[in-house]
């Protein structure tokens, strides 16, 4: 019956700290022995026990005054008072200051053996608690959020800040930046971080539709509606609401939603008891919400009351720098998910995906690696497996028509290798053409 | 691997077929010799007027002190009812791989719960308990197994659920499954 938990006797009487230390190594346990509180005390700051039985009375500090040093040493350690002369006043004050039982010697072996089991299984239950806090920890941990550039670590600092509070948040980026990422990192550095983050996609669901998913539903409110239903702020309770593509919400949701926010306490679809819910609010948008406020499609009370703090999530484009490392990341993270070695990507790979523009941003770019493994050879992923195709070029932060132009050139370039004879083919000019306009847009090959 | 050899030493009045058949089942258990002796001590120092009952810490310090021997494992058998400071009773207790352990019949007869004697019951019970310190004396600890005799009891009805034997892992332990069918 070996086992890990590690015993501390301390009584005066020498037998019987002989008659437990053997009893409790026959049954496995590591067993220390200690003739006062003050070696007692000693010992414990040496090392780590578990389970403590103490006798009351002892010469110099008694067993509960020893026990109240050892809960501020360890507070979670398992005390168990052990006295001759048990009296219900002691017993009050012994587990008033914290002790796990009170017994009287002598005890019968079955009491023992009960006693130690009880505290073990509060010993495994208490580790049990820790192990599953850590694995909520790191199931909510966002690794997803990798960036040694100043724009991300700004937005990573503004996360570690804005976290601990109970803030409304906006998250504003464009489409693929990440922002459900942001929201659960505050979420997951929150003091609600065991209570549930729960995601409500507006842009995806009818004004009826989202009403119903957002406050629930009784039985009957409505054809279909033929069970209640918790709503997401329900869910939320004690945690944290997601609401992504805020900017979509219909005028009368916004009303809804401004009440809710205000008075934490909303009715069902159908139903007529108010229910209360305590729950964070964070929103996600790639509009520009005060534009919207401005022309009136958005309510300016809903506006202020959502944006106590704004995170902006830099488009990729504007932190390359970050590329190399969230290919990394990626290459590692769908190799593991395809059971593959890691393969490598050759350096040509890493300086087209550097000057491309990602206008789907870092899902994009996670796509593209991902379709990479999946084609590739295996090996190492190259810059035929990546798509990087002419259209990519068109994105919507490209505006002129030279601007246009330049990446069009840049990028038949590039496809190939600048060659001038196979590029100016391909863009249909003469090479005089061409050199002129390397030449005008300040073109130059990559190292 | 042969264990070191036992010595069995019978204190009080023991019909001696039965502490021949017992010293042949020990030995069966843990294939090794066993040495019968029989003593007649006087126990009364380590009885405890206060608790009407035999002291076994005394008990066991007196057959390590007077009888323990390098290279063999010494088990005494009482009649008497053992007590140690902090428990109410026990039935035996050994040091943990030590050369010394100490057995009681006193809580082992039928007759003691207010039960028609039975001898072969007896038997069996004192088995189990001469087995079970002699593999704390070899150096086992409490095994959870159900039918394994170092399965701890704590009442007589807990021993009768467990068997005689060790199970696969205490024996694999110390290193005598081979000898086993």
């Known amino acids: 019956m070996s086992t890990n938990i590690n015993m501390l006797i301390v009584d005066d009487e020498e037998s019987v700290r002989d008659s437990l230390y053997n009893w409790f190594i026959e049954d496995g346990y590591e067993v220390g022995c200690a003739e006062n509180a003050s070696v007692a005390l000693n010992m414990l700051e040496k090392k780590d026990f578990d389970i403590i039985l103490a006798d009351i009375k002892m010469p110099g500090m008694d067993g509960l005054e020893m026990l109240k040093r050892i809960k501020t040493i360890k507070p979670s350690a398992i005390v168990i008072i052990m006295t001759a002369f048990a009296t219900v006043d002691t017993a009050v004050q012994a587990l008033k200051d914290g002790a796990f039982d009170y017994v009287t010697k002598p005890f019968d072996p079955d009491d023992l053996s009960h006693l130690i089991r009880n505290a073990s299984k509060q010993i495994a239950l208490a580790s049990e608690n820790e192990s599953l806090k850590s694995r909520i920890t790191n199931l909510e941990q966002v690794e997803d959020l990798i960036g040694s550039s100043e724009a991300m670590q700004q937005v990573l600092r503004e996360v570690q800040s804005v976290a601990p509070s109970n803030a409304s948040v906006i998250i504003t980026g464009e489409s693929g930046t990440g922002k459900e990422l942001i929201a659960r990192a505050i979420h997951a550095n929150s003091p609600r971080k065991f209570f549930p983050m729960v995601s409500v996609h507006c842009g995806a669901l009818s004004e009826s539709l989202l009403e119903s998913e957002l406050f629930g539903h009784e039985k009957g409110a409505f054809t279909g509606a033929v069970y209640n239903r918790k709503g997401r702020f329900e869910m939320a309770d004690n945690g944290t609401i997601f609401l992504d593509e805020i900017a979509t919400i219909s005028a009368k949701m916004q009303i809804e939603l401004l009440r809710v926010l205000e008075t934490k306490s909303f009715m069902r679809v159908g139903g007529n008891k108010l229910i209360n819910s305590d729950f964070r609010v964070i929103c996600a948008t790639n509009k520009d919400l005060k534009k919207m406020v401005d022309n009136g499609t958005f309510r300016e009370d809903l506006y202020y009351r959502l ?49 491309f523009e990602f206008p789907g941003n870092v899902r994009e770019l996670e796509n593209m690696i991902e379709r990479a493994i999946v084609v590739g050879n295996g090996k190492e992923i190259r810059v035929k497996d990546l798509p990087l195709s002419q259209e990519s070029v068109v994105s919507s932060s490209v505006e002129s028509l030279d601007e246009l132009e330049k990446k069009h050139i840049q990028l038949i370039l590039n496809k190939y290798d600048w060659n001038i ?22 073109l130059k090959q990559p190292d | 691997m042969k264990l070191p050899g036992i010595t069995l030493i019978a204190i009080g009045y023991f019909e001696r077929k039965m502490l021949d058949a017992l010293a042949d089942e020990v030995s069966n258990e843990y294939h090794t010799d066993v040495y019968l002796r029989e003593e007649f001590k006087d126990l009364s120092p380590f009885f405890d007027p206060a608790r009407k009952q035999y002291n076994g810490n005394a008990l066991l310090k007196e057959i390590e002190s007077q009888y323990a021997l390098e290279n063999r494992k010494t088990i005494a058998l ?39 004697r039975n001898d072969e019951l007896l038997f069996d019970r004192c088995v189990k308990e001469l087995v079970h310190e002699l593999g704390h004396a070899y ?43």
């Open chain 1, 421 to 442: 004879s196979r590029a100016s083919k391909a863009l249909q000019v003469d090479r005089v053409t061409l050199y002129n306009k390397i030449k005008k847009f300040d």
């Open chain 2, 139 to 181: 150096g086992l600890i409490h095994c959870r197994t159900l039918r394994c005799v170092m399965l701890s009891s704590t009442y007589v009805e807990d021993i009768d659920q467990k068997s005689m034997h060790l199970c696969m892992e205490c024996q694999k332990i110390l290193g005598i499954h081979d000898h086993k069918k």
């Open chain 1, 307 to 355: 944006n106590v703090v704004n995170i902006l999530i830099p488009p990729l484009r504007e932190r390359v720098d970050d590329i190399p490392l969230l290919v990394d990341y990626f290459i590692r993270k769908y190799c593991n998910a395809m059971s593959r070695n890691i393969v490598s990507i050759e350096p040509a790979a890493i300086r087209k995906l550097k000057e």
């Open chain 2, 78 to 116: 009482v009649t008497v009812d053992l007590f140690i400071p902090i428990l109410t009773y026990i039935f035996g207790q050994a040091y943990l791989n030590g050369r010394t352990g100490i057995a009681s019949m006193y809580r082992l007869s039928n007759e003691r719960y207010g039960l028609p």
